[in-house]
């Protein structure tokens, strides 16, 4: 559900952004003008990850049924920065069919050390015992951040914690974090996916 509804229309105009640059597929580095859409589910149970309560399949179509512990979902928008990482822009929530704006997010993703300078999306990349699909790191240099990088693909259980360097935490699975980049196409802003 979570994955599906990372492709809503844009709210907020963009600052301009340079193109995107992979060195490795198991990451990507966030830049200044980018914006992360995050998509939450909320569940009576508590918790993100959302259980499918049935599935039906009619030709290319998988439908799923989400029973009675969903109760609906947030979006929210967070702001790369070149001095503060990752700010927190606007959120909404969707309940019954219904979109009412919130102050805050559902969850605090993004609570960065303010003298990060480089903030980047660690990808889980093969099968650990790690209950997370991908985790959020920052470090002043790039190479605090390229250290910290290689001990959490070498050990994503045990590497990701703060240290005096770096920072780095799980964004809980089920909730999907999307990195964009605004695309100007005759005068009009759009966001599309930077990866």
Known sequence: MA???TGCALRHPPAPAPAVKLTNSSYIDLQTGWR???VTPI???GGYRLKPAGQTVSGNTVTLSVGDD?????VAYYAVKARHGVEFVSAEIVKDGRTAPQPHPVAHLFQLPRVVRHVRLIYLVRVSQADHDMAVAAAKDMRALEALTRRVEADPVGACHDGQDAFCAWIPAGIAVAPQIPKTEDGKVDWVPAR
Do not use: A, N
């Open 70 to 74: 969903f109760l609906g979902y947030e």
């Open 36 to 38: 992360l859409r995050v």
């Open 3 to 5: 994955s599906v509804l």
């Open 43 to 45: 569940l009576k149970s």
